[in-house]
């Protein structure tokens, strides 16, 4: 009787180290499958700070460094009056071969393998302090996902504007944000490259 017992409990501890094991190995499997070793970056432009809180948003939204892409000569509010043809924006604009300086750098772009660059569309597209960024790093191999706020329009060229000007790089067409949209939006949004 009591052999009995032992093998019965014996067998019981062998079946069930036997199924921890296994639920352990799915458990390593999934997380290996679902974990991203990519370094990500999120780098911004913003005249008013509008694309910079949905920049810091997809930034903890992930895990991403922040970096903004601060122009050498601030914008002032007569620079941003696209009412007026002769405003330093509307100049800018107007004429496609113009790239406002950048007063900073990010430290080491070849260690990112996904960038985020964010903006205000102007004129329906991207500032050209972005064509800037753009033309200023190697981006060979990365995948750049342009993200933009605006007060209505979409993307319009942007993307394929951008892919011109790093042609290295894979640049997705992206998508226009409204100002108060959530961490966990642009988190499923975001998690497509990831
Ligand atoms: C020079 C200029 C041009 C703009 N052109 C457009 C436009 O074509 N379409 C649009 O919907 N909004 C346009 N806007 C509005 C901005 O895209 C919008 O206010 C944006 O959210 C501002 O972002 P920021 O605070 O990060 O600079 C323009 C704003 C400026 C200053």
Known sequence: MKLKIFVSVLIVAVVGTIFLLKSNDNGGKVMAETKSNKKVLVAYFSASGVTAKVADKLAKATGADLFEIKPVQPYTSAD???????????VE????????AIANKVTDMSKYDVVFVGFPIWWYREPSII????????????????FATSGGSGMGDSGSIMQKL?????????????????EKDLKTWASKWL
């Open 166 to 182: 790093a042609p290295k790089a894979k640049v997705d067409n992206g998508k226009r944000f409204s100002s108060g949209v959530l």
């Open 131 to 146: 064509d800037t960024f753009m033309e200023s790093y190697d981006f060979s191999g990365k995948q750049v996902i342009p």
């Open 93 to 100: 604009m107007n004429d496609r071969s113009s790239r406002p």
């Open 80 to 90: 941003l009056d696209w009412t007026n043809k002769k405003s330093r924006s509307s």
